[in-house]
Structure formats: C-alpha cells, structure tokens
C-alpha cells in the first residue's frame, strides 16, 4: 500500500475537535501511508497523539526574523513535521502567493529537510483556453529553479474542481499525470504525483488506479469520518 493519502485539513476544527478526530483517524488502518496537514497551531498535538504523518499546510521562507505571524520551515523541523504543502492554489490565490515565493518555500525546504507537497493546476478559464499544460508546466520549472532537491511530491490540483464536488476525467487526469511525470524525468529528482480536487470515497479507487498518480490529497473528505471510513477500514 505504497499509494500516499495526504488529509489537508485546512482552517477548520476547534481545539475541543481535536483530540477526537486524533482518536477517529488513529483508528484507519495504519497500513495506509497517511499524512495529516492540521492547521499550525495543532502540529505538536498531532505530533504527540497521532500514529500517522504530519504535514503543515504552509510555512515561511526565512530561519526566522521579524515576520510576525508567520512559522519557518526550521521552526517546523524542529518540531519533527517531515512535510509541508507548497503552493496550494488558495494560497496562490487569496495570499497573492507567487511563482518566485514558492521557490524560496522550495529552497527552504531543501536547507530543512522537509518534503514538499508542491501543488499545481490550472483555472477553469486556463482549461477552457487548453493552457493547462503550459501552466503547470511554469508553475513546476519556476519552483525548481536553481533548487538542489532532492525529492518531492507534486499534487496536480485544478482549481476547478477543488471543493466543487467535481473532477476531471480519468483520461483527464491521466494527461495531465504523463506530462508532470515526463517533466519530473527531465530532473535527477525522486517524485511522486498525486491528484487532489473532489476525492472522496466514491472516485478514489478509479483516481488510484490510473497510471503514474501515486496518491491523493483530501480536503473537504479529510473531515469525514464516515469517507475515512469507507476508504481506509473496508
Ligand atoms: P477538496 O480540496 O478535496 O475539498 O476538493 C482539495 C484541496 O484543496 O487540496
């Protein structure tokens, strides 16, 4: 079982949610690579209570300084979080997040240790117009420039389908993984693709099985325990 499922909880849950939904996810079975992104302020508990990864949702690209409100990637290893999601189009698009940001997100992993979920994908009007692949394309060689990584994850995310109840086709996705994976070869870098948009327990074992998507990234069914459920403890 080798497929990774990252559960991106997003700004949701309450500090009295949280050790419930540590039990509730402590009990999916562990033989699923599965790798919890909490909001920040919840790492460490996770980090004490929970049997699966950790991942956080975002962080800064200095050591540290005066970056009020803000956590670093050192910050974040020292905590012992292995992985954190680079470049999710929320924070693309609400934060005004850049390409030549995230490269800096992606340098700053390399110097930490940390593997980066990076997400890319297109909008709905860049899908429309057939520019998909010339976005993504950007979006990966701008975030690896000039960066000595070594690994990474690439979540293929299309803004479209994000929280929309919607997914691209399976022939859809399947592009779309051959051209991130002939990409990625170009790069003497271990990688993985995942796909993230809508997954819940009714597409996931079609999204698993197509050639070269190695994995999934939940949102809006991270915080179902009944989805968890369905998918993990069958
Ligand atoms: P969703 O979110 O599963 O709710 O569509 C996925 C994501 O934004 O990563």
């Not at 929970?50 to 800064?60: R, T």
């Not at 994995?215 to 993990?232: A, D, P, R, W, Y």
């Amino acid at each position: 079982m080798d497929k990774i499922y990252i559960l991106n909880n997003k700004m949701n849950l309450l500090s009295d949610d949280i050790d419930n939904y540590i039990n509730e996810t402590n009990k999916l079975n562990n033989d699923y690579n599965i790798i919890i992104a909490p909001s920040s302020i919840y790492l460490q508990q996770f980090i004490n209570k929970s049997i699966h990864k950790v991942c956080s949702q975002n962080a800064y690209h200095p050591n540290s300084g005066a970056y009020t409100g803000e956590i670093s990637f050192s910050q974040l290893k020292s905590l012992g979080v292995n992985y954190c999601i680079i470049g999710h189009s929320e924070r693309r698009n609400i934060f005004n997040e850049t390409d030549d940001i995230i490269n800096k997100k992606i340098s700053s992993c390399v110097n930490n240790n940390i593997i980066p979920i990076l997400c890319v994908g297109e909008s709905k009007e860049e899908r429309e117009n057939n520019n998909q692949n010339e976005k993504i394309k950007k979006q990966i060689q701008e975030a690896l420039n000039n960066n000595q990584i070594q690994e990474i994850i690439i979540a293929y995310e299309p803004i479209w389908s994000i929280g929309r109840g919607i997914t691209p086709t399976k022939e859809e996705i399947q592009d779309i993984a051959n051209y991130i994976y002939d990409i990625l070869n170009q790069y003497n870098i271990k990688f993985k693709i995942l796909y993230g948009g809508s997954v819940d327990n009714n597409n996931i074992n079609d999204i698993l099985n197509i050639t070269n998507i190695s994995g999934v990234l939940m949102g809006g069914s991270s915080l179902k325990t009944e989805v968890l459920n369905q998918i993990f403890n069958k």
